[in-house]
């Protein structure tokens, strides 16, 4: 049996009954069932320098229907080099380090070419890319892969990179290749609002099991870091290029977060005086921060990583009662 944990955390800014408007982010699907969807965005050396990454008529990740963008990855010191991006995330709005932002899909590692080098996926800024090719440190946020660094496995972590610092690297975690894998990611950002947050990066493998890397970027980035305007699938720099070094990556159905609009939510459902958004989220703002309300008094809360039970009405203007399991 799961221990409770009885606690009183002190509500400071709940606003029973408030209508506030807050940010919500369109979520844009990527299947790749069609051979178009890659040319869609922004391509550059997908067959250049060891890469040869394209649209395929296959299934190797385990997608919902044939059709996956992937090929063989190569070590490269070119952050402009060799990637599949969707360069309109921000076009009808920002998406920045300030907000909670989440992607998810399917991805195999399919086989192992002697690979030293990275692989990422998630959002970046194409703007400091192009200026700083050749520079490790970029504005990036999301998952990579990495060459084993024994015979257990490729290294899978939650990555958040800043051109001003060098990579951050959530918790490692190892998944042979050959095996369709899940996953899902999400950057929580901090209540500081200072470009800081908390990224938890969660793998399924086929099997079943779940593995976990996860880790707090406590770094106040730079304003230049604070926006992202592509999300991409690519190579990541490394000290040196050696197109010998190869894997081979496949990626589908994929969803991530994209151009961030302020909506008034009106007269929608509510939980405990805050609005639910359509996704079951709810912003508690300085009390409780993004949780997960659908299952209440069932409750999960991001920050925290963790489940907990709230009575349904113990909220009150000076405190509340909740259990938290851990």
Do not use: C
Not at 16 to 43: E, H, I, K, R, Y
Not at 85 to 111: C, H, P, Q, W, Y
């Amino acid at each position: 049996m799961k221990k409770i944990k009885h606690l009183l955390i002190s509500v400071t800014s709940l606003l029973l009954g408030s209508s506030l408007s807050m940010a919500q982010f369109n979520m844009q699907p990527a299947s790749f069932d069609s051979s178009s969807a890659p040319l869609d965005g922004m391509v550059m050396g997908l067959q250049e320098e060891g890469f040869d990454l394209a649209w395929s008529n296959t299934n190797f990740a385990g997608g919902d229907s044939p059709g996956e963008i992937g090929g063989t990855f190569a070590r490269t010191n070119n952050a402009w080099g060799h990637f599949w991006a969707d360069n309109t995330i921000d076009d009808d709005g920002e998406v920045t380090r300030f907000d909670r932002l989440e992607m998810s899909g399917k991805f195999i590692i399919a086989e192992n070419l002697n690979m030293d080098g990275w692989a990422v996926i998630g959002w970046t800024s194409l703007e400091i890319a192009e200026t700083f090719p050749d520079v490790e440190s970029q504005n990036q946020l999301g998952m990579a892969i990495i060459e084993p660094g024994d015979e257990q496995g490729f290294r899978v972590i939650a990555m958040s990179n800043t051109s001003a610092f060098e990579r951050f690297r959530g918790s490692v975690v190892k998944i042979p290749a050959g095996v369709e894998t899940e996953f899902h990611f999400l950057w929580e950002p901090s209540v500081f609002e200072d470009g800081t947050g908390t990224m938890t990066l969660t793998l399924t493998l086929e099997d079943g099991t779940v593995l976990v890397s996860s880790g707090e970027d406590v770094r106040i980035p730079e304003p230049a870091d604070w926006n992202f305007d592509a999300f991409m699938i690519g190579g990541s720099p490394a000290a040196s290029s050696d197109p010998a070094r190869q894997a081979r990556y496949y990626f589908d159905d994929l969803e991530y977060s994209v151009n961030r609009q302020v909506v008034d939510p009106g007269g929608g459902e509510k939980w405990e005086g805050y609005d639910v958004l359509p996704s079951g989220d709810a912003d508690t703002g300085e009390w409780m921060g993004w949780v997960y309300v659908a299952d209440a008094p069932y409750v999960y809360n991001y920050s925290l990583i963790s489940w907990m039970y709230v009575p349904t009405g113990s909220a009150t203007q000076s405190g509340g009662w909740v259990w938290i399991f851990n």
